[in-house]
């Protein structure tokens, strides 16, 4: 089983609405999580970070955690064209010092 | 700096040369990584630094791949002998503190290797 997985495939959204990302990982002691953003040949850049159970909201992103099921989501309210990209999702294992990413889930906003 | 800058940003070699691949991080950043990104994958973590000590290489691919940091701060990854299969971006990231106490990494530009 993988570190982190996200098996969806490209997710095309209209202007406006809510795109959905989800992302399991494997080890139960893992301790903090984040998601990532790439757009096209840059570099990921931080977009929110969970580390508690629940749900964490900023701005229009609102991150979900839920250790129990080893389950953490992404979602993007009111989407625009600018949020086309690749969403990377990111664990910290409990007792290691790296990020393991996921290969990450395109989205596409369309006008 | 600012952010965490990588050198050089793009390098096309020939099979079998050696290459090395520049990060200088954040400053008064302590931990200090290094990514691997093929062509539609992701991250691929090749090691991490913590001060000029490299706590964790599980990632480094053979023994062609080596790092090193100096004075805390810049750090090289080296190739040696590249073959194909090394064509990638190179991500260099950096964070105030190690990610096991739940610290962010912020990333370089990478250096987009390319060998012929």
């Known amino acids: 089983q993988k570190e982190v997985e996200q098996n969806s495939g490209p997710l095309s959204v209209p202007e406006g609405a809510i795109a959905s990302l989800n992302c399991t990982y494997s080890d139960r002691g893992s301790q903090s999580f984040f998601w990532y953003r790439q757009y096209s040949g840059k570099s990921p850049e931080l977009i929110m970070f969970?580390?508690?159970?629940g749900d964490k909201e900023d701005g229009r992103f609102t991150a979900q955690l839920n250790k129990a099921s080893q389950y953490v989501s992404l979602l993007i309210r009111d989407s625009q064209p600018s949020d086309s990209a690749t969403y990377l999702c990111?664990?910290?294992?409990?007792?290691?010092?790296?990020?393991?990413f996921g290969k990450g889930n395109q989205v596409v906003v369309i006008p | 700096g600012a952010g965490v800058s990588q050198s050089p940003s793009n390098k096309v070699t020939e099979k079998g040369k050696d290459v090395e691949l520049r990060c200088d991080p954040i400053s008064g950043h302590t931990a200090l990584y290094w990514y691997r990104q093929s062509l539609g994958q992701g991250l691929e973590f090749l090691i991490y630094f913590q001060g000029n000590s490299a706590p964790d290489k599980s990632g480094l691919p053979s023994d062609r791949f080596s790092a090193e940091r100096t004075g805390g701060s810049v750090s090289t990854l080296t190739i040696q002998r590249t073959q194909q299969e090394d064509s990638a971006v190179y991500l260099c990231?950096?964070?105030?503190?190690?990610?096991?106490?739940?610290?962010?990494?912020?990333f370089g530009e990478g250096s987009w290797l390319t060998v012929v």
């Open positions: 990231a950096s964070s105030l503190a190690p990610a096991g106490g739940g610290n962010t990494i912020y």
């Open positions: 990111a664990v910290n294992m409990k007792g290691n010092n790296r990020l393991a």
């Open positions: 969970i580390y508690s159970n």
